[in-house]
């Protein structure tokens, strides 16, 4: 059970840098709010599902004692850089406090595994309530205004938000999907017959057929502990994938940007992020960021390709949706 004893202090919000609205200290904070502390990381795709919920409650619950802390912990090297955080929060409306906990000092003192993970503080400094990953946001939201009328026995507080998505209804099926899939040695899991060459270029055949769960790479690649960095045009990753829509973490050369062309088997639909040249499909990579490949109805078995036009972009994990209404 997420509920926890009224005695486990939480730790204070020390060792990161703050880029927005800091520093927030808990102890200054006894007596006065509810603390709602949000690990996340910006290419997170279950961290980006969760922040409109987060977003909502800091602004129905502010005036009434609560203070939400966004604590970024960065899962790639490349997201430890505060100006791609401070964008980020921008382009997803984050107003409240933010940390880098860059050297994961808060991340280990609240002995944190989880992205994105959730501690509710009360007035006295304890945790009370705590979730990892998506969903529960309406037991969230429950036990945010219980430790509300804590603090505030008369407070007038609004019933439970509704579902910002179909697929978080009641109802809504989640099916076991392709796992998330690392495009770097450490913790990749390339199909290549050949294997992959560690930290050099490499050019790489794609002999097929495709098994589910593994990336495929064709052309020249340098694969690099977090990622597989393209190192000639047409560089090309391939994999079959189960799921409903499929995300791809990709990062730009230093100071400019690289197009990507998307080749999807039929029946699939294009993401948000593909634009298309007469019936060609593209991505323009020109921040480091997740982009959205594919956005299908249901869950489905697809496969799709991704090709760099120019040398110098940078593929770090495929992440993948499983959730529908059926």
């Not at 944190?112 to 529960?136: C, M, Q, S, T």
């Not at 699939?268 to 594919?294: H, L, N, W």
């Amino acid at each position: 059970m997420p509920q926890l004893s009224e005695t486990v202090l939480a730790p204070e919000l020390d060792g990161g840098q703050w880029i927005q609205r800091g520093p927030v200290s808990l102890k200054a904070l006894r007596d006065k709010a509810v603390v709602l502390v949000d690990f996340w990381d910006y290419t997170c795709v279950n961290c980006i599902r969760t922040l409109p919920y987060v977003v909502a409650w800091n602004k129905r619950y502010a005036q009434s004692g609560l203070v939400v802390v966004g604590v970024h912990a960065p899962e790639f090297s490349f997201a430890r850089e505060g100006s791609h955080v401070a964008e980020a929060a921008a382009r997803f409306g984050l107003e409240y406090p933010i940390v880098l906990d860059n050297e994961y000092a808060i991340w280990r003192a609240y002995s944190n595994r989880f992205w994105p993970a959730k501690y509710l503080v009360d007035a006295k400094g304890r945790i009370r309530y705590y979730h990892f990953g998506e969903g529960a946001y309406q037991e969230t939201e429950v036990a945010i205004q219980g430790l509300i009328r804590e603090l505030h026995p008369g407070a007038s507080l609004p019933p439970p938000m509704e579902p910002v998505r179909d697929s978080d209804q009641p109802g809504a099926v989640c099916y076991r999907v392709t796992p998330e899939l690392y495009l770097g040695h450490a913790r990749g899991q390339f199909g290549n017959f050949e294997g992959v060459v560690r930290d050099r270029p490499h050019d790489y055949r794609d002999m097929g057929p495709h098994v589910e769960g593994m990336s495929y790479l064709a052309g020249r690649w340098r694969v690099e502990q977090e990622s597989a960095r393209s190192e000639a045009a047409g560089a090309a990753i391939s994999l079959r994938y189960t799921a409903k829509d499929v995300n791809l973490v990709m990062a730009p050369p230093a100071g400019a940007s690289v197009r990507a062309e998307i080749t999807l088997e039929g029946g699939q639909r294009a993401g948000d992020d593909v634009k298309f040249d007469g019936e060609r499909g593209f991505i323009t990579v020109d921040r480091p960021r997740m982009y959205s490949i594919v956005a299908n109805e249901s869950v489905v078995s697809g496969a799709v390709t991704i090709r760099a036009e120019a040398a110098g972009l940078a593929a770090y994990a495929f992440t993948f949706i499983s959730c529908v209404v059926n």
